[in-house]
């Protein structure tokens, strides 16, 4: 006979059922607002507490929770209630910023995934996982009144013109020190909070911003990427991924590996600023990344893509043919042959050295699948430019209409690109040089493989042969992965091949 007793005098059946009950009502609790049971890493904890009025939170990509904690905060105040300090009482009015509607869509969905259930007012607007917020400009209303505006920087300072503001968010670094200073005015009338979530990266030069961050006038919670700072506060052990890999030491080491050596400071850490510690393309290896390591499979096609880096001085301009094979988790490339310039070269001349380097790979200009040129340059008097050899090309092969089907797209420039998209390549290269069988370089392209082995993301002549390998791979560098792109026509070693 069992000698249990419950508080009370219940019998142990009763027992076991107030104990479901209350497992339920947890559960229940959870479901309503899970937002309430994160488990803070010590430096989002550190940010959470903070009572300043302008607040920083740095740290690299996708390791800390920056914009995770920074919507936290920015919820808490649109809910009038917070776990570490007093906030003023709903309704409120909130910005959050972000570079792109691309950007936007995802953190309004993480916004959205931390609110409890009910607090939005359906009537006033609507959500959808996929697409955000509803609206020209997407936003969120409460029950409560308060309102979360989410805005593009493209939408430059004069949009916040008029507009007085109880919190802005800034979801990656303002693309420049207007705007930040434009959104600082607008939150002086209600005392408003600013709030940054962001790694130092892609947004032209933040001097400035380091320099307010220094000087006391924006307070910087920083971390970088060390096993102490993925033990959530409270706890011992460190934090896991979805997929159960333990974020330890090991961990840190492969997210270090797998970045370019020169960005590991700011992309892993938040550190403020690139350094390079010898060439950029440590991973890259001549045993691994030569053309006989790469063998092609049988009935194998490639994509053919030609990129062109213009100058005057010698070695300067340069063209190389990459085969490109798509692939879903990552594309296979192949560099296969390069034209340098002898010197002062003429478009006349340029033209019939790409053509010469087409030839002697059996190819033609209408056998290309794509091909991308540097925008205009100029260099005292002399002028080298896209359509400058398109013109040329067209002389020579006198088919102006085979030339015009086949253009020299000029590699973009501005939003998303600029110094991004040197960024962007170098990183899609790292990741194929640690792939096996992903990326290789025929011995022959001698220029290319001395830029590879020397260059140390400097303004050096080892920088013109990586510009055009970025070029020539634009559109696999910025495709969106698992979406088709034809598969084309050339094949390694087959009749009209390399």
Excluded at 37 to 50: G, H, V
Excluded at 266 to 283: I, K, L, N
Excluded at 297 to 308: E, N, S, V
Excluded at 396 to 415: C, E, F, M, N, Y
Aim: hydrophobic share 40%; glycine share 10%; charged share 25%.
């Amino acid at each position: 006979m069992s000698h249990l007793r419950l508080v009370g005098g219940s019998p142990p059946g009763d027992g076991f059922a107030l104990l479901v009950r209350a497992l339920h009502r947890v559960q229940d609790r959870v479901a309503t607002d899970p937002a309430r049971y994160l488990r803070w890493l010590p430096l989002q904890d550190a940010f959470l507490r903070s009572r300043a009025r302008a607040a920083m939170v740095r740290a690299g990509n996708q390791a800390l929770g920056k914009s995770t904690v920074a919507l936290y905060e920015l919820r808490c105040r649109c809910l009038g209630e917070h776990p570490y300090k007093p906030v003023k009482p709903p309704p409120i009015e909130a910005w959050v910023i972000c570079a792109t509607i691309g950007q936007s869509v995802p953190i309004q969905r993480k916004f959205a995934d931390l609110l409890p259930a009910d607090c939005l007012d359906l009537e006033r607007c609507t959500y959808d996982p996929v697409r955000g917020f509803g609206g020209q400009v997407p936003t969120a209303v409460f029950r409560n009144g308060s309102v979360v505006k989410f805005r593009t920087t493209n939408q430059d300072a004069i949009a916040f013109a008029g507009a007085t503001l109880d919190v802005v968010l800034f979801d990656e670094p303002p693309t420049s020190e207007r705007l930040y200073s434009e959104a600082r005015k607008r939150l002086m009338r209600r005392g408003g909070t600013l709030l940054l979530a962001m790694t130092p990266i892609n947004a032209g030069p933040l001097g400035w911003l380091r320099e307010n961050a220094e000087k006391g006038l924006i307070v910087d919670f920083h971390s970088r990427l060390t096993p102490e700072a993925v033990i959530p506060v409270g706890e011992t052990r460190p934090l896991r991924l979805g997929d159960g890999t333990i974020c330890d030491a090991a961990w840190i080491d492969r997210v270090e590996a797998e970045t370019p050596s020169h960005e590991v400071p700011v992309v892993v850490h938040g550190e403020w600023e690139f350094r390079t510690q010898g060439r950029v393309f440590a991973a890259f290896r001549s045993d691994r990344h030569l053309a006989g390591t790469m063998a092609p499979r049988p009935g194998q096609t490639f994509r053919a893509h030609l990129g062109i880096d213009y100058g005057t001085k010698v070695g300067k301009q340069y063209a190389v043919l990459v085969a490109v094979e798509p692939g879903d988790d990552h594309d296979r490339v192949f560099v296969v042959d390069e034209y340098v310039g002898s010197g002062d070269t003429t478009m006349a001349q340029d033209a019939q050295g790409v053509l010469d380097l087409l030839g002697r790979n059996r190819m033609t200009w209408g056998d290309l699948d794509e091909a991308w040129g540097d925008r205009l340059y100029i260099r005292g008097a002399e002028e080298k430019s896209n359509r400058d050899l398109m013109d040329a090309l067209g002389r020579i092969l006198r088919d102006q209409r085979l030339i015009a089907h086949r253009p020299i797209r000029t590699v973009k420039r501005g939003s998303g690109r600029a110094q991004g998209s040197v960024d962007a390549g170098v990183r899609y290269l790292h990741r194929l040089m640690l792939q096996d069988g992903a990326f290789a370089v025929h011995p022959r392209c001698e220029r290319l493989l001395g830029a590879i082995n020397r260059w140390d993301y400097s303004d050096s002549d080892d920088k013109d042969p990586i510009d055009a390998l970025r070029y020539a791979l634009t559109s696999a560098v910025f495709a969106k992965r698992n979406v088709s792109r034809s598969p084309g026509k050339l094949r390694i070693g087959g009749p009209r091949g390399v």
